[in-house]
């Protein structure tokens, strides 16, 4: 089973653009919970320009399934995952000013920080995963820094698949399937749709989590939140 960890980063944009309470984030993570969400993914970014720091202690209050936090594991980052401690945190090498998450981690250059990091969070009880692009050499270097899951890192796969998903999907294969074999369990993200994740999903038996924000919440304008959720899970079945 794959489980769709919903992103809400898009709804704490809205909520900032007038600068009140609308639409409510806790509210909305509760609902993306009751429409069949398996778990709620949040990336706190430095300038809050989304997701506010406050807004995770809010959250750790309510979510039920599981609490996945992103983000780049700068001092401020680790105290907050120390103190929330959710179910899942995910490092992500994205610079203070990138518009979104761009590249994974390199494994090999970054082991030592990485080992360390993993090993302090791992202290707390919380399952680590990092972010990595589809590479072997890097999945290889995951191994190493001790973590307990990758996600890979999607967004060469969603632009490639509208051209062809065939060559779109092989260095996903390859890097889940070297995952596998050296005992990682495997997430994916970021520009995931309803249109590529269904051939996603088939083609990596082994994906455990996708976390969906950015077009989910798009189609959400359209179809609703509730039927917008339900759709993306039927494209997990
Ligand atoms: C790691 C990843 O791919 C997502 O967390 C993505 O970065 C969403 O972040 P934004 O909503 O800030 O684009
Ligand atoms: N980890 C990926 C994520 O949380 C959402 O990415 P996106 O769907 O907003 O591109």
Redesign the pocket.
């Known amino acids: 089973m794959t489980k769709l960890?919903v992103?809400i980063?898009?709804i704490a944009t809205l909520r900032n653009a007038r600068g009140g309470d609308r639409p409510n984030v806790v509210q909305a993570a509760k609902d993306c919970e009751r429409f069949g969400a398996q778990g709620i993914?949040v990336?706190p970014r430095p300038d809050e320009r989304h997701i506010r720091y406050r807004d995770v202690y809010d959250l750790k209050e309510v979510v039920t399934t599981e609490f996945n936090i992103?983000g780049n594991p700068t001092p401020d980052f680790l105290k907050l995952v120390k103190e929330v401690k959710p179910d899942q945190v995910?490092l992500v090498p994205d610079a203070p000013d990138a518009i979104?998450?761009n590249a994974g981690w390199d494994t090999i250059r970054h082991k030592d920080f990485l080992t360390q990091t993993i090993l302090e969070l791992k202290e707390y009880g919380m399952r680590v995963s990092i972010?990595v692009n589809p590479d072997v050499g890097m999945v290889e270097g995951a191994a190493l820094v001790g973590t307990d899951r990758i996600?890979l890192y999607t967004?060469a796969y969603a632009t490639g698949y509208r051209n062809s998903p065939e060559q779109a999907i092989a260095p996903y294969a390859n890097a889940a399937q070297r995952a596998q074999q050296l005992g990682l369990g495997i997430n994916a993200?970021?520009?995931?749709d309803l249109d590529n994740l269904k051939y996603l999903k088939n083609n990596l038996p082994e994906l455990a989590e996708v976390?969906?924000?950015?077009?989910?919440i798009c189609d959400a304008l359209y179809y609703g939140l509730e039927n917008t959720i339900q759709l993306y899970l039927r494209q997990l079945k």
């Not at 993200?189 to 995931?192: Q, S, T, W």
């Not at 976390?211 to 989910?216: D, E, F, N, Q, R």
Request: hydrophobic share 20%; proline share 0%; charged share 20%.
């Open positions: 960890s992103n980063n898009k993914t990336h992103e995910t979104t998450s972010f996600e967004e993200g970021h520009d995931l976390s969906i924000g950015h077009a989910l």
